[in-house]
């Protein structure tokens, strides 16, 4: 009897990518690349008609977000595991796509021995991060239970953190892969919440909480001006 070889689809905007990592899926015993995307709305119809075990996930697709389609993957289909491979190395990206639900996360400078390790691991439930985002990870989330603001969503959380940053709203709702207006309701409900006036007081309370300091892959934030809120 042989084993069930692990199924997985791979969803990146960059044709290149795709094809050279479904070219290394081709070479790995029991690992099966069944499909790929390009897109958001491609990615989710592709897991649903084919069901695979595993998807390597991009955060920054074409159309849509790897972070909102890993959040509706937990939703819809929980057996199916999401290992992000992104350039991203920043820490909001990494906490927002645990907290989507990715059970792994490496960069795209991983060597093939790290994407099979990382494949095999999600599949058998664990929890796959590369090199130095393990410890990281382990900060950021172990910290969430003496997080300032326990009055605000983790979403709202993840939006006054990209505040602080220094991101206007169109940038937040890029990252996020929400509408800005979304992100625009966000911030004012915020401000009702943390009694505050304007967004800059926001900026300065957060700042003030540890929140908005750049990962050592991101330069110094610059507070960028920005009436929509």
């Known amino acids: 009897m042989t084993d069930t070889p692990i199924r997985v689809a791979v969803v990146d905007d960059h044709p290149v990518f795709r094809l050279g990592m479904g070219a290394l899926l081709d070479t790995l015993g029991g690992i099966e690349c069944v499909g790929e995307a390009a897109d958001a709305s491609t990615a989710l119809a592709l ?3 084919v069901r695979p075990d595993v ?9 849509g977000s790897g972070i909102e389609v890993t959040r509706l993957l937990r939703r819809d289909h929980p057996a199916v595991r999401v290992l992000v491979v992104s350039m ?3 820490d909001a990206s990494l906490v927002a796509a645990l907290r989507a639900g990715a059970r792994g996360y490496l960069l795209k400078g991983a060597s093939a021995a790290d ?10 439930g664990d929890l796959i991060l590369g090199g130095p985002l393990a410890d990281r ?10 997080a300032p603001f326990p009055q605000l969503t983790d979403r709202e959380r993840e939006i006054l953190e990209l505040l602080a940053r220094g991101l206007s ?13 979304t992100v625009r ?7 009702v919440k ?13 700042r003030d909480h540890g929140l908005g300091a750049p990962s050592p892959a991101e330069a110094p934030a610059t507070p960028v001006p920005d009436r929509s809120a």
């Open 47 to 49: 897991v649903a008609r």
């Open 55 to 63: 998807v390597l996930m991009d955060l920054h697709l074409g159309q």
């Open 88 to 90: 991203l190395n920043d």
């Open 115 to 124: 994407v099979e390790r990382g494949i095999r691991g999600v599949a058998g």
């Open 137 to 146: 990870a382990g900060a950021l989330l172990g910290a969430r239970a003496d």
């Open 169 to 181: 709203n169109p940038l937040i709702a890029h990252r996020l892969g929400l509408s800005a207006k």
């Open 185 to 191: 309701n966000n911030v004012s409900v915020i401000l």
């Open 194 to 206: 943390l009694h505050l006036g304007s967004r800059a007081e926001a900026i300065a309370l957060a």
